[in-house]
């Protein structure tokens, strides 16, 4: 059973594309999140939906635009990729907006060619 | 929130205890000390947390000095498996629009068969 799962893996794709990036926990948690961690491994926060309401949005380019159907889920579409979208993104949840006990994915490897 | 310094990396034989050092010494009087690690290719995963108090669990246990202004994450019996970058992170509770975890440099410690 996992608990934080994201698809797919690995997404190789040219600049100008549009692309999704899918997360799912099945821990009942409340919060959910989406990091971006460069090449220099540095991991930074991006997004935090809380009951599918946007509570944290980093400064990160409009291109970037995360969308939650449900408490469950939270999706990350990015329009027209550029080289430098080429991270690992990883998503995360927590029982609430204000625990910082996170349970993390293991990370979708975008490669933007 | 309060900031921290970490040694960038740590070697320790295996089966010997890992002791990780974290400085932080403007930490303030409600601010929580978080540890995480990132094993290679793998989201970060939460470790264990303190305000002042030592705390242990299943994986690790934490000292906190009496003034709070660092502390050590003791894993009692390293394995080959806790090699990772582990990251200490100071976080007031969440508030004032203020929710994110953020990740430094952190350690990386090396297990030596």
């Known amino acids: 059973d996992t608990a934080v799962s994201q698809t797919p893996k690995y997404l190789v794709t040219q600049m100008g594309n549009d692309k999704s990036i899918k997360c799912e926990q099945n821990l009942g948690h409340d919060t959910m999140y989406w990091y971006k961690q460069d090449s220099k491994k540095f991991l930074k926060i991006m997004f935090s939906y809380n009951n599918k309401e946007l509570i944290i949005n980093e400064t990160v380019p409009n291109r970037f635009s995360p969308k939650s159907p449900d408490k469950a889920h939270l999706n990350l579409h990015i329009n027209s990729l550029e080289l430098g979208d080429s991270a690992v993104y990883f998503c995360?949840?927590?029982?609430?907006?204000?625990?910082?006990?996170?349970?993390f994915g293991p990370g979708t490897r975008l490669t933007v060619t | 929130d309060a900031k921290t310094t970490q040694p960038p990396s740590m070697d320790c034989a295996e089966g010997r205890a890992a002791n990780l050092p974290c400085n932080h010494s403007?930490?303030?009087?409600?601010?929580?000390v978080y540890w995480y690690r990132q094993i290679h290719s793998q989201g970060p995963q939460y470790i264990i947390h303190g305000l002042k108090n030592n705390e242990t669990n299943e994986m690790a246990s934490l000292i906190i000095t009496e003034d709070r202004k660092s502390s050590t994450l003791i894993l009692p019996h390293a394995t080959l498996r806790d090699t990772a970058v582990y990251y200490c992170i100071v976080r007031a509770p969440a508030g004032a629009g203020s929710y994110q975890l953020t990740f430094g440099k952190g350690t990386k410690l090396s297990v030596i068969p």
């Open positions: 403007t930490i303030s009087g409600n601010e929580y």
């Open positions: 995360a949840s927590s029982q609430a907006i204000w625990n910082y006990e996170q349970y």
